[in-house]
Each structure stands twice: as C-alpha cells, then as structure tokens.
C-alpha cells in the first residue's frame, strides 16, 4: 500500500520526462547540444514555476550591467566631457589672468606698483 504522498511523488517524477529525480543519469549520457537543451528545458520549467524569483534575478542582472556601460561609458569620454566642461566657462584658454582689485580713491595703490 503506498500512501497520497508517495504517489504524488511519484507522479512528479514521473511526469518530469521519464527522467530520474536529479535528471543526472540522463545528463552524464548527453552531447553538448542535448545536454544545452536539458539544461534550457530545466530552465524554463523553473521559471513557470518561480517568476518571482525570475523577475527579481533577471531586473538584478540587468541595473548590474546597465551601471557598468555607463561607467565604462564616462571613463571612456571622460577628458572630453571635462574639456567641454572647461572650455564652457572660459573658452579655449588654459589659464585666464585678472587683474588685483585696485582701490582709485587711494595713491598708495599706485605708488607700490
């Protein structure tokens, strides 16, 4: 006699492709194409069955490499972004010379010149 539980368990194994519980037998008998295409089967079973856990993995990956092209993407124009910045504020100058307050209402300002 075996029980509801059993049965069930049974019924789930059954019902993954006649394979085995782990599915390893099948995999270590498998070429580079099949075993690709166990793994992608395995794959889309798990996500029918965890889309949670899907979505949250897939928004994860996807902000990791979104902040790595934009990173890779400002060191990589950096100078130029700098350079515009810079060349904004003053032009195309490398230093820009003013000249010391000078005070007219006072004649010792000139006479230390």
Request: aromatic share 10%; net charge positive; glycine share 8%.
């Amino acid at each position: 006699m075996t029980t509801n539980l059993e049965q069930k368990a049974k019924q789930a194994v059954d019902s993954d492709d006649g394979q085995d519980a782990s599915g390893i037998g099948e995999l270590h008998s498998l070429s580079c194409c099949g075993s690709a295409k166990f793994f992608c089967r395995h794959s889309y079973k798990d996500v029918g069955r965890r889309k949670c856990n899907f979505c949250l993995a897939f928004c994860s990956v996807f902000i990791v490499v979104l902040a790595t092209l934009v990173i890779n993407t400002v060191v990589t124009f950096g100078p130029i972004i700098f350079l515009k910045v810079g060349e904004a504020k003053v032009g195309q100058f490398d230093a820009v010379m003013v000249p010391k307050k000078v005070n007219f209402n006072s004649w010792d300002s000139f006479q230390n010149v």
